[in-house]
């Protein structure tokens, strides 16, 4: 697979069947992710791979309503990062989130490559996760990543709306609507 075909097939499914979480994939992932570029190379992120069951059972808490379908994944990512791990521009710009989505990208083609659901997610309780990770309150929890290998039919708790999401990719903005030829245009202010 390529990255043109990692990026067309990366799918933010909801249904899940269970995959063997390794070492070895742990590793794979963090060191795809490791590869991602950042400002003066200070790789501002961290990650919290979880794949212990009872640590896994204990992550439920943090869920919000309607995300429950994520019980099912085989392992969770906690994405973290602070904004004194990256560069600190004269202009208070909080660099540390773009480096850190980056790395987050990488690591998301690199489990579409090998046939993995790696699907982020911002439905949970920072609160939560904190307490129960003991992550200390400098840090800030940017993400969750859901991990497991789509399911061929629908997990029951799934809403008519993610169901059918499931089935066809949800519609794309145009590149009109985010892509502007050399100036500015208001298309690209309209949310």
């Not at 060191?31 to 990650?47: D, E, T």
């Not at 400098?138 to 497991?148: H, K, M, P, R, S």
Request: with cysteine; net charge neutral; aromatic share 10%.
């Amino acid at each position: 697979m390529d990255v043109k075909q990692a990026i067309e097939q990366r799918r933010a499914y909801r249904s899940l069947e269970p995959v063997t979480i390794t070492e070895e994939l742990v590793n794979d992932l963090a060191k795809h992710a490791q590869l991602a570029p950042s400002c003066f190379n200070n790789q501002p992120w961290r990650f919290i791979f979880i794949y212990e069951p009872t640590l896994m059972n204990r992550m439920h808490e943090v869920f919000s309503k309607g995300n429950e379908w994520a019980f099912a994944a085989s392992m969770y990512i906690v994405v973290l990062s602070k904004k004194e791990f990256d560069c600190m521009t004269k202009d208070n710009r909080e660099y540390f989130l773009f480096d850190t989505g980056m790395a987050v990208a990488f690591l998301l083609l690199r489990a579409t490559e090998l046939g993995l659901v790696a699907h982020p997610i911002s439905g949970y309780s920072q609160r939560k996760t904190r307490e129960i990770l003991g992550i200390p309150d400098d840090l800030q929890v940017v993400t969750l990543i859901n991990v497991g290998k789509h399911a061929n039919t629908a997990s029951p708790v799934l809403s008519a709306d993610q169901i059918q999401s499931e089935k066809k990719r949800p519609e794309r903005f145009s590149l009109e609507r985010f892509v502007s030829p050399n100036r500015f245009s208001q298309e690209l202010n309209q949310k």
